[in-house]
């Protein structure tokens, strides 16, 4: 994907702050209600939805030029040090985008946002 045409798209559908609000609480209910694992997390919801706005996503559960999964992350506060990120979505230059970490239903999401800025 073009950087400057996935910014472009991601700004022309961002969200007020109670649309964003409304958002997530009938994600969490859905999730909720689903009580999906982290794995049934990252093939029926986040594959599913990189796919539909435009990512390159190995099916395979592989890598692609645009989308890592499973990356090994060093100085992370761990006993071993390392972490692994569940998404790393990469620009045209190689640099990353945005890290994604898929938690189960049961956890809140901040428990992923903080790993992933970790």
Same mark, same amino acid.
């Given at each position: !994907? ?7 798209? @991601? ?25 999906? $694992? ?13 796919? @539909?706005?435009? /990512?390159? !996503?190995?099916? $395979? ?23 692994? @990120? $569940?998404? !790393?979505? /990469? $620009? ?27």
């Amino acid at each position: !994907i073009d950087t400057m045409r996935a910014r472009a798209q @991601a700004k022309s559908i961002e969200k007020s702050e109670p649309e964003r609000h409304e958002f997530r609480a009938v994600g969490q209910a859905t999730a909720d209600a689903l009580r999906f $694992d982290e794995k049934a997390t990252r093939k029926r919801l986040i594959d599913k939805q990189l796919i @539909a706005v435009g /990512w390159d !996503i190995n099916p $395979d559960r592989g890598n692609t030029a645009e989308v890592a999964r499973e990356v090994e992350t060093s100085n992370q506060p761990t006993k071993s040090g390392t972490r692994y @990120a $569940d998404y !790393i979505l /990469w $620009d045209n230059n190689g640099k990353p985008l945005a890290v994604i970490e898929a938690k189960k239903a049961a956890l809140t999401p901040e428990k992923g946002r903080t790993q992933a800025k970790l």
